[in-house]
């Protein structure tokens, strides 16, 4: 039988019950705290579900395998895949899309550190949507260290000489260019020749081509680059190029001195290699890099939001949503503490004029590399 409120109200008198007025604020309390964490948690659903969707476009589905399983394959079958727009032009929005080839997965390698990830960015050498299969061009170990707090971007040499293959087992016995694998065997075979080469552990990639890369400047409005008196005349020379390629019509260059550069002017700037040498070419690629990674941490949260759906399908990568989610949490706050690197660096490598090669002291070099990475060395 149900107790009216004289009842309940004598009880609490007599010290049997709970005060009502407390016990009916307890209740509203508990209501407002369940609608709390069902606010929350849409929110937190929410989130997922525009990452999930902003960022479909850019996952390509690359097959990781351990050597054992490797070595049981059967290669006889030669597949080529691709993602991307490949039917529009650079100018109506295409972009290159990412060459995988399935002989040639991505072997598994443990994480060596487990406060270090390296992420491979690079792009590719190509004219247009179809050029799928070029060589590549810029490549940048991107290192985010979670204990010592920092960025550092290592530039690895396009005529470095290595030897191509998946494995050890696999290696070709004779050197050739690092910027060749791409065009031989697609992402894995790229990426696996880097790890034997260089003792690293990288799993996943972030590509780009020239459009794309131009388009993600575009989104922050620009970088500011010190541009030489020298360097003026070489990047008007790509920037005309790329105008062509992607429809555009990017201004030239009309001074030298700190100016803020649009997409197409400073992936043109970057591109500058016969001015000087593939060294400074490289380097003018971590500024560019630098210069970005710099202006995306200032924008505001809204800002990087609207960033980050601009950008969906500007690049490719085998990186699902989650985790691009969590290497930007990781990284957020280490923008102050970023440095760069080269590979191979000054004195470690002779120089092979017939093919025109880098041939590096690896002993040496991946010690070096090892102790940047994981050390607090700039």
């Known amino acids: 039988m149900r107790k009216n409120n004289t009842e309940i109200y004598t009880e609490y008198q007599d010290g049997f019950g709970e005060d009502p007025v407390k016990k009916k604020k307890k209740r509203r309390l508990g209501k407002i705290i369940i609608r709390i964490l069902l606010a929350v948690v849409g929110l ?6 525009y990452f999930f969707y902003t960022f479909g476009g850019t996952y390509v589905p690359v097959d990781v395998v351990s050597e054992q399983d490797y070595a049981t394959m059967d290669l006889s079958d030669d597949k080529s895949t691709t993602g991307g727009d490949t039917t529009s032009s650079w100018a109506e929005g295409g972009h290159t899309p990412l060459y ?6 991505i072997i598994k390698v443990d994480q060596k550190d487990p406060d270090v990830e390296n992420i491979l960015v690079f792009g590719v050498d190509a004219r ?5 299969k070029g060589r590549s061009d810029a490549m940048i170990v991107v290192s985010i260290n979670r204990r010592t707090k920092s960025i550092k971007l290592i530039s690895l040499m396009r005529d470095t000489g290595v030897y191509h293959g998946d494995t050890d087992a696999t290696a070709k016995k004779k050197l050739d260019k690092l910027n060749h694998a791409y065009h031989y065997g697609g992402v894995g075979y790229m990426i696996n020749t880097i790890n034997r080469t260089f003792d690293l552990d990288i799993q996943r990639f972030v590509m780009l081509d020239f459009g794309s890369a131009a388009d993600v400047i575009d989104l ?12 003026v005349k070489y990047a008007n020379h790509f920037i005309e190029e790329d105008n062509k390629l992607n429809g555009s019509n990017s201004p030239l260059l009309v001074s030298s001195g700190k100016q803020t550069l649009d997409g197409i002017q400073a992936v043109s700037w970057a591109r500058i290699r016969y001015l000087d040498s593939d060294f400074m070419r490289t380097s003018r690629q971590r500024t560019i890099a630098t210069a970005l990674i710099n202006k995306v941490s200032t924008l505001s949260y809204f800002k990087k939001m609207q960033l980050l759906n601009s950008s969906a399908g500007m690049f490719e990568t085998n990186m699902t949503t989650m985790d691009l989610m969590r290497v930007g949490m990781s990284a957020i706050g280490y923008t102050d503490n970023m440095s760069e690197y080269r590979v191979p660096a000054d004195k470690l490598y002779k120089v092979q004029n017939n093919p025109w090669m880098m041939i590096v002291d690896f002993d040496k070099q991946n010690k070096l590399l090892k102790d940047y990475i994981q050390g607090d060395k700039k």
């Open 220 to 231: 922050v409005g620009g970088v500011e680059i010190d541009v030489s008196a020298a360097e």
């Open 44 to 49: 937190v659903l929410g989130c997922v579900l």
């Open 128 to 132: 247009s949507v179809k050029d799928y």
């Open 100 to 105: 995988y080839n399935s002989k040639h997965p």
